[in-house]
């Protein structure tokens, strides 16, 4: 038994396995295991690994992608509980895209998720990734319209790097009900144009 046995192990939760083969593995492997534990939401094993292991809970792959991040793509609300509250893992630090575990969420459509991590986490819901994209956006661009009416109040005029709002978001994606919220519920102005002279409607026409 080896590497791939102690991965499989961390993906299937097997903590007695890890604990069993945790010595086989390089450093980086066991940050790699404490992301895919994260992911899978195995908290018993992300706290074996860094409780006992000593892996850093900050380490991050290629992309940025850290294990909290992880987490909060696939709702494991314990898991980034524990990596908040418990390790002060920072909630706001970003990918090299910019991404925020906020937007990590956002674009899962997970509203508990983002809930929790603004609410609970004070994640801020503000912050944009490098191409200008925000977690309304995000939830705007999926038609997740709980996720817009959670967060009405904030940027809802706010426009990425190619002049994009939200409401442009919500018309690319034809999610119609989305529209209307934003315009008559958050007073999105849909006459916004984006850097090539396109309004919402514009993109709501390219839909049809």
Partial sequence: MGVLEFIDAVLEGNLATVQMLVHQAAILEKEEALRWAAWR???AVVQYLVEKC??????ADSDGVTALMEAASTGMVEVIGYLVN????DVNTPTRAGNTVLIKAASASNIEVVRYLAAECSADVNVASKNGM???MKASSRGNIQGVKYQCGTHVN???????TAVMKAAAYGAIDVIWYLAEKCGADVNVTTMDGETALMKAAKKR
Wanted: with cysteine; hydrophobic share 25%; net charge negative.
């Fill in 86 to 89: 418990q390790c002060n893992v």
């Fill in 54 to 59: 000593g892996v850093d809970v900050n380490a």
């Fill in 134 to 136: 925000t977690t309304l």
């Fill in 158 to 164: 706010g426009q990425d790097k190619t002049g994009e």
């Fill in 41 to 43: 939401g195995h908290l």
